[in-house]
């Protein structure tokens, strides 16, 4: 059975920055490719980013969240991250964290089996 889990959602400020973790548990963490999908109220959930599995030495991001965003993993940790810089109003939603287990990324929600609760971000003008 394997398990997602995001944390480190809140309120922060137009500019500000914040951190997501995502924990997976249940299967070998280095085999899985991760994802993460935002969805604001009233939207179809999007895609911001992508890491593949093993190393995660490619990343993928949506075009809203580049330059912006920072996909990265620690094996050792089971846990996959999102950091988020400069952030703005349009980047408040529920973010998703997801797993698939094959090494290779994708864009696409319905590419990932396993999935988070989702945490809450505000960013407030």
């Known amino acids: 059975q394997v398990q997602v889990v995001e944390t480190g959602g809140g309120l922060v400020q137009a500019g500000g920055s914040l951190r997501l973790s995502c924990v997976a548990t249940g299967r070998t963490f280095s085999n899985y490719a991760m994802g993460w999908f935002r969805q604001a109220p009233g939207k179809e959930r999007e895609f911001v980013a992508a890491i593949t599995g093993g190393a995660g030495t490619s990343t993928y991001y949506g075009d809203s969240v580049k330059g912006r965003f920072t996909i990265s993993r620690d094996n050792a940790k089971a846990t996959a991250y999102l950091q988020m810089n400069s952030l703005n109003p349009e980047d408040t939603a529920v973010y998703y964290c997801?797993?698939?287990?094959?090494?290779?990324?994708?864009?696409?929600?319905?590419?990932?089996?396993?999935w988070g609760q989702g945490t809450q971000v505000t960013v407030s003008s």
């Open positions: 997801a797993a698939r287990f094959v090494p290779w990324a994708s864009q696409k929600t319905s590419d990932y089996a396993y």
